[in-house]
């Protein structure tokens, strides 16, 4: 009995992994010139990410790395970014913060992205003293994902300011038009800063403010 | 006759932390950068997994497949570090000075000429971006069973996951990267550079 199409593309996880009727998906993939390319797509995309390499690992990493499990009291920095190269590669959005956090808003800054081009948007937070658990939150235009959360329309995070500069780092991509503004409140206590982004999607693939 | 431990290991009690750990550094920051997709949290999750495991050295001496073993505390590690906490984007900002490399940044040299280069990278970029957008759990069964090799059977143990949650996971993983990389000009891209 010959397989059908519903069935060679139900079991074609299962046919990758050298789990499945070869004999019967063979003969199928035989027959069939979609399946049969929709088999050539899964091959390739599965090879695709088998490719994807990491940088190298930095030469002194696994010696720091070790120092700091056995000496806990070693430094121990996290997180990091060079000013100059983050500040070089993208869009930057310089924002002072009082001592405090005053009522009310911040000028309006813009960003113009290519549709489907991932923008890693930079917002450098300028705070005059630290802030403890300050809360961020973004409300996203339709259309605009920040990479890494899916659909999320809403998102909010709770951290800790430094004194001096802060970098808010937002991978954002356009999945369609827009023309509308991102919100970012940055509340502490009874303060609360809300800063707007105003996001344009241009079809000629560049970016700028 | 003395009495058989099947997972005991034959290692020198004399071997230190440093000892075990040194050769598996390499693989463990690979499969932390592709669970995270970023070296600075890639090395900041492997950090945290050395000063779990270090008080553990006596425990690690006795693992006779120490490899498995410590991806298994990194995938748990990577597992509970997300749902713990949704990561701030909040960077501290140091001028100068060792930094934290986007990975779309950073794509391997060839021989080629600018425009194949140019093209690589823009596939390349396009294959991240896809995998970053799988959740953390379909990140971590792809980076296992599709990259490393794990079979789902070992998985299963290794994670004590049911092999019927992992293998719809890998399923719905695969469905999600496959919509993400449309198959022109993807795969004809991928069959010439095969």
């Known amino acids: 009995m010959i397989m059908e199409c519903i069935d060679f593309t139900s079991r074609l996880d299962d046919y990758l992994d050298g789990q499945a009727d070869e004999r019967g998906m ?11 390319r929709q088999y050539q797509h899964a091959l390739a995309v599965q090879a695709a990410v088998r490719k994807l ?10 010696d720091q790395a070790i120092l700091r499990a056995t000496r806990p009291n070693a430094a121990h920095p996290r997180r990091r970014a060079v000013l100059g190269v983050a500040l070089a590669a993208s869009l930057v959005l310089g924002v002072a913060l009082g001592a405090y956090l005053s009522m009310g808003d911040a000028p309006v800054q813009s960003v113009v992205l290519a549709v489907e081009k991932p923008e890693t948007v930079r917002m450098v937070f300028n705070s005059s003293k630290p802030l403890r658990a300050a809360t961020l939150s973004l409300a996203l235009p339709d259309n605009v994902e920040v990479v890494g959360y899916g659909s999320r329309r809403e998102l909010s995070w709770q951290t800790d300011l430094r004194e001096g500069q802060n970098l808010l780092q937002l991978p954002l991509i356009a999945h369609g038009t827009v023309k509308d503004e991102l919100l970012a409140r940055l509340s502490h206590g009874a303060g609360t800063k809300t800063f707007r982004l105003k996001i344009e999607t241009s079809n000629a693939g560049t970016s700028g403010m | 006759m003395p009495p058989v431990f099947p997972y005991r290991s034959t290692r020198p009690a004399e071997l230190n932390f440093e000892d075990l750990i040194r ?37 690690m001496l006795a693992i006779q497949k120490l490899r ?21 984007p909040i960077l501290e900002l140091v001028a100068g000075g ?12 060839s021989r080629d000429g600018p425009e194949q ?13 896809a ?10 069964i792809v980076a296992m069973h599709d990259v490393e090799g794990y079979s789902l059977e070992e998985l299963a143990k290794m994670l004590e996951t049911p092999i019927g949650t992992l293998k719809s ?20 891209d991928e069959r010439v550079n095969r």
């Open chain 2, 117 to 129: 280069d140019a093209e690589r990278s823009a596939l390349r970029d396009r294959i991240l971006l």
């Open chain 2, 169 to 188: 996971r890998l399923h719905r993983a695969r469905q999600r990267l496959r919509a993400l990389l449309p198959m022109e000009p993807f795969s004809a």
């Open chain 1, 53 to 62: 390499a990491p940088p190298e690992v930095h030469p002194a990493f696994g």
């Open chain 2, 68 to 88: 498995p073993w410590l991806a298994k505390v990194l995938y748990h590690q990577y597992v509970d570090s997300v749902r713990q906490r949704a990561r701030s």
């Open chain 2, 98 to 109: 060792d930094g934290e490399e986007d990975p779309l940044d950073n794509v391997p040299s």
């Open chain 1, 26 to 36: 063979q003969a199928h993939l035989r027959g069939c010139a979609e399946c049969s």
């Open chain 2, 23 to 59: 050769p598996q550094v390499e693989y463990l920051y690979r499969l932390a950068w592709r669970f995270t997709g970023s070296v600075a949290d890639a090395e900041d999750l492997l950090q945290d997994v050395l000063l779990k495991l270090y008080p553990r050295t006596q425990e």
């Open chain 2, 131 to 140: 995998v970053r957008q799988l959740n953390p759990e379909q990140r971590a």
